[in-house]
């Protein structure tokens, strides 16, 4: 049974940074992906990052070089630390996980979602 598990967010002022967690339980000997998804207050839901069973990681355009998702394996835990937080990053931020590989950018390519955490950056 898979489990996602979010927390880490908040609001913050802009400029400022937060780490997001996910704690997942998954059959990790199984191909997969976990991505990061946000949704923004009256739009669709879109990517952020994912990270492969294999460590490659995919980001989208608008938070290259600010964000970056890693993974912890002993602790079964994703984590996506933002930097440089701008307004337009305020949204609730999903873990999301799909047991295949790929760069795997649309949130119909995932299956299982977590609950979601909330961002919100002031200006």
């Known amino acids: 049974q898979v489990q996602l598990v979010e927390s880490g967010g908040g609001l913050v002022q802009a400029g400022a940074s937060l780490r997001l967690s996910c704690v997942f339980s998954?059959?990790?000997?199984?191909?997969?992906?976990l991505g990061w998804f946000r949704q923004p207050p009256g739009k669709e839901r879109e990517f952020v990052a994912n990270?492969?069973?294999?460590?490659?990681?995919s980001y989208a355009d608008s938070v290259k070089g600010r964000f970056t998702i890693s993974r912890d394996n002993a602790k079964n835990t994703v984590y996506l630390e933002m930097n440089s937080l701008e307004p337009e990053d305020t949204a609730v931020y999903y873990c999301?996980?799909?047991?295949?590989?790929?760069?795997?950018?649309?949130?119909?390519?995932?299956?299982?979602w977590g609950q979601g955490t909330q961002v919100t950056v002031s200006s």
């Open positions: 998954i059959q990790t000997f199984r191909a997969y992906t």
């Open positions: 990270i492969r069973r294999s460590g490659g990681v």
């Open positions: 999301a996980l799909v047991y295949k590989l790929g760069i795997l950018v649309s949130p119909n390519d995932y299956v299982y």
